[in-house]
């Protein structure tokens, strides 16, 4: 019997090892170049793949080490006087460069990695822990590099969730305050930047300075979408809500541009929804989902979609559009929360084109989807230029009352489809991004995400187009996405006239760069 085995194992070797020099004496044939541009799924599934699971696994025993010992509540004070010392050291040195956070630009989310980390000051900032859940004020202290999946396994099995859960797991609090984040629950809370009560920071002077709506609001409100360029983030207090287990999700096709906008509209509007989102498939087939938080599900009509082997989410929701019919399913809370993670909304599938085949999905889905920032780190040039020139990753944020306009915008100009529709109020609270009148208004995130098939798509030309009508609507661009605009554009689409002042008080002109001078597509490759 253990002769048998033995052979069974060594046979199994065999195979292993003669399918690895299959592989490559391919990839030597063909080019190590031309297989990662054209055959990107070669590269991503032999080694990505495999790679991030390394990754989750570490974060993962270290997130666990941290709970069990309880040291990241006595180890924080000392983590950022080590970020004060490091600013301080800036200045002795004669302030020569400006500075900038230590992360490597390929962990990122954005697709694009800033050109400024090889030459400004890097300030290592190794804040990554949750810090303090306070139930009786429902806020959760947390360090800046907390990602929403790491914060919603750590809340859920107490009971709490934080109001707005943007989709990926990887998204850091750090990043979407400093940019943006949104999620289907934002046309009750606002952006995530609009659940958080207090921020902490590191001056360009080295202090410490807490901010609230009530406590130096000023820097409260100008610290979005600002991009690390008025301080370094060392925690942010944010909101919880009590969670409940499932979500009760409606799905309603919905056929013709103007009964789509005016049904997405319609929905948007009703409180009683806690989730509104809306998937394009064409120009005039829509499917609108609406959900409730809730206790009690019906066993029959449970879908655990964010179980490894289970369709991915836009493919799932398709189905009703086929079939041209309603649906109520209820999704298990944290599921509905990452339900677009496995697919990286719709963008694996130009990765890996049969990832989504069941297949793959019950023998491989467990190890889906790979890292961001891997495929970000491995990309080389081609890629790089390959992915610029035909491909759009890009959020426009636009009053509700100019969706049709909007969405027929990005059919001429993109044609990219699906198409992911947001809908999240804006209040008129000072900062960059507030609207134009004196009250809130309900705005929609039109998000684009894949290769253009409008024939005359020219990258450059076509997103300044894009950008030009943006502005025209007094809408917004995320800031994580190709930015074309000129510095006076960029000043017209965003107000800057707190920001600029208190980078003028604070003495953080010679500190930190321009918000533009971060995110414009110079600065990026």
């Known amino acids: 019997m253990e002769r048998e085995r033995a052979v069974g194992v060594m046979s199994a070797l065999w195979s292993v090892g003669a399918g690895l020099l299959l592989l490559l004496l391919w990839v030597r044939h063909r080019g190590l170049e031309a297989v990662l541009v054209h055959h990107r799924w070669v590269f991503v599934c032999f080694f990505l793949l495999p790679l991030s699971i390394l990754f ?34 800036w200045k002795k040195e004669g302030s020569r460069r400006y500075m900038c956070t230590g992360r490597p630009g390929w962990l990122t989310v954005s697709l694009r ?22 139930s009786e004020r429902q806020v959760v202290r947390v360090e800046p590099l907390v990602s929403m999946g790491q914060l919603t396994a750590y809340l859920n099995p107490m009971g ?5 859960v943007p989709e990926l797991d990887d998204l850091t609090v750090g990043g979407l305050i400093m940019g943006t984040g949104i999620e289907s629950s934002s046309h009750i809370y606002g952006l995530f930047q609009h659940t958080c009560v207090a921020y902490e920071l590191v001056l360009a002077d080295g202090s410490l300075v807490r901010c609230s709506p009530t406590e130096n609001s000023d820097l409260f409100y100008a610290v979005p979408w600002s991009c690390g360029t008025l301080g370094f983030l060392v925690a942010a207090e944010i909101k919880m809500v009590p969670a409940k287990k499932y979500v009760k999700i409606h799905y309603e096709p919905v056929r013709g541009l103007q009964k789509i906008c005016e049904k997405f509209t319609e929905e948007s509007k009703k409180k009683e929804n806690s989730f509104v989102e809306g ?77 989504n085949n069941p297949v793959f999905r019950y023998l491989f889905g467990w190890m889906v989807p790979p ?35 909007s969405i027929q915008t990005f059919h001429v100009d993109l044609n990219v489809y699906p198409i992911w529709l947001c809908p999240f109020i804006l209040p008129n609270n000072p900062g960059m991004v507030h609207p134009k009148g004196n009250e809130a208004e309900l705005y929609v995130d039109i998000g684009a995400y894949g290769e253009p098939k409008s024939k005359q ?69």
Request: one cysteine or more; aromatic letters at 12%.
């Open 457 to 525: 798509f020219e990258a450059r030309a076509s997103m300044r187009q894009m950008e030009k009508f943006v502005r025209s609507v007094h809408g917004f661009q995320m800031l994580y996405a190709d930015c074309y605009m000129t510095r006076e554009e960029f000043w017209d689409m965003f107000d800057g006239s707190l920001y600029h002042k208190l980078r003028e008080e604070m003495n953080c002109k010679d500190a930190f760069p321009e918000v533009y001078d971060k995110i414009c597509k110079a600065a990026r490759h």
């Open 56 to 89: 989750d696994i570490y974060y993962q025993l270290r997130a666990w080490a941290v709970w069990r010992l309880h040291s990241a509540p006595r180890q924080h004070a000392q983590r950022v006087r080590h970020i004060q010392e490091q600013v301080r050291e």
């Open 113 to 134: 990695v800033g050109k400024y980390k090889k030459t400004h000051k890097n300030i290592m900032i190794n804040l990554m822990d949750v810090l303090e859940v306070d």
């Open 371 to 405: 890292k961001i920032s891997l495929l970000k780190l491995t990309q080389g040039e081609a890629i790089r230029k390959l992915y610029e020139q035909h491909h759009v990753v890009q959020d426009m944020l636009v009053p509700i009352k100019s969706l049709e306009k």
């Open 279 to 355: 998937l394009m498939y064409s120009l005039d087939e829509a499917v609108i989902m609406t959900g409730v938080l809730t206790d009690e599900a019906e066993q029959s009509k449970i879908n655990r979609i964010g179980n490894y082997y289970k369709p991915w989410f836009f493919k799932h929701v398709e189905k009703y559009l086929k079939a041209d019919r309603t649906g109520v399913e209820y999704i298990p809370s944290r599921h509905y929360y990452h339900r677009h993670t496995r697919s990286i909304f719709w963008e694996l599938q130009d990765i890996i084109p049969f990832g």
């Open 160 to 164: 709490w969730t934080i109001p707005v």
